[in-house]
């Protein structure tokens, strides 16, 4: 019987001390978010991208033109800022009221029934 294995709690799990205490706290991870919330936060991404680089355009083309044709004047800046963003905002939220499926109305808002 030399071969028989012994019955001690030691030999059966050589590593059972628990784990040395931690100073730092752990980090939780928060729980998955639900499918439309987390496609809700993509439009919101994009259109705030969106706003930010065709206002950017639309500013460089207001600089361009006032630098070259309206003799260094603001106005042509402000008015490329604000094509720019109008665009943008525009194509937002056209997306966000098509986004729709069964239940949504006309204007992009629930419908209630």
Do not use: H, Q, Y
């Not at 784990?19 to 928060?30: G, I, M, Y």
């Not at 937002?92 to 729709?100: V, Y």
């Amino acid at each position: 019987m030399a071969n028989a294995p012994s019955s001690s709690p030691s030999s059966s799990t050589p590593n059972s001390a628990p784990p040395p205490p931690t100073t730092s706290p752990t980090l939780r991870l928060p729980s998955s978010k639900p499918a439309s919330e987390a496609l809700l936060n993509d439009k919101w991404d994009t259109c705030l991208s969106s706003i930010a680089i065709r206002s950017t355009l639309g500013l460089s083309f207001g600089i361009v033109f006032s630098v070259l044709l309206f003799k260094r004047r603001a106005w042509p800046a402000w008015v490329g800022l604000g094509f720019g963003a109008g665009r943008a905002w525009e194509e937002c939220d056209s997306g966000f009221k098509r986004a729709g499926g069964a239940g949504v109305g006309k204007e992009g808002l629930r419908v209630v029934r």
